[in-house]
């Protein structure tokens, strides 16, 4: 369906070609979404930046998911109460989890941005972009942190997602723009001939050539 995430990133481009006039701040999810948005940048000419997102895992089962941190200001916790509930699981069972995952963020915020502050978001439209969506878990907790930050709205694009995924995160942003949406979805990356790991150094790279994408003030 598409050759590598840049390949999905000029087909998503085109279908957000229309949102230019409106001057978004496109911020791409690290690693793999951020060659999607670096295409989406370059024909919007528009400014890109990331949103890190971590997990939260089980305690004693890292691989289980019970929520995701943002970062932000103030790192936010985006937890499934429901889940927790279900596993027995209180707010200080997984503090622990918080704070280790809270450093990491801390250390892949500095790494991308480079010292840089993160942009500011407030009435400005924002396009929201990954390579692919599963089962939403760190979109839907992005959507939520980045929603706090008072936007005047929110898209989220992907190239390709579950119709179910889709349907839950329509209401969590304003619009939502996925290219393709097969039903018979297992994985992201059965939907990409080449879909190997993105490094830190190419999303700090990308996200450096993509600076001079953006417009030049004057005034």
Not at 12 to 35: N, S, Y
Not at 85 to 91: A, C, H, I, N, Y
Not at 114 to 127: C, E, F, I, K, M
């Amino acid at each position: 369906m598409f050759r590598d995430r840049f390949d999905a990133g000029r087909q998503l481009a085109e279908r957000l070609r229309p949102l230019a006039a409106e001057r978004p701040i496109l911020l791409g999810l690290p690693r793999g979404g951020v060659p999607v948005a670096f295409e989406v940048a370059r024909l919007l000419r528009a400014p890109l930046d990331v949103v890190v997102v971590r997990k939260i895992g089980h305690p004693l089962q890292p691989e289980l998911a019970v929520g995701a941190l943002v970062d932000g200001d103030h790192p936010e916790a985006v937890l499934d109460e429901a889940r927790m509930r279900r596993m027995g699981l209180t707010r200080a069972d997984v503090a622990e989890t918080i704070a280790k995952e809270t450093a990491e963020l801390r250390r892949r915020e500095r790494l991308y941005r480079g010292g840089r502050p993160a942009p500011q978001l407030h009435d400005r439209l924002v396009v929201l972009i990954d390579d692919g969506i599963a089962t939403g878990a760190s979109v839907h907790a992005a959507l939520r942190a980045l929603r706090r930050q008072k936007p005047a709205r929110i898209v989220l694009a992907a190239p390709v997602a579950p119709p179910g995924s889709v349907a839950t995160l329509r209401h969590e942003a304003d619009e939502v723009l996925v290219l393709e949406q097969p039903p018979w979805f297992e994985a992201v990356g059965q939907f990409y001939e080449h879909f190997g790991q993105t490094s830190d150094d190419e999303v700090i790279d990308l996200l450096a050539q993509a600076r001079a994408f953006e417009p030049v003030a004057t005034g």
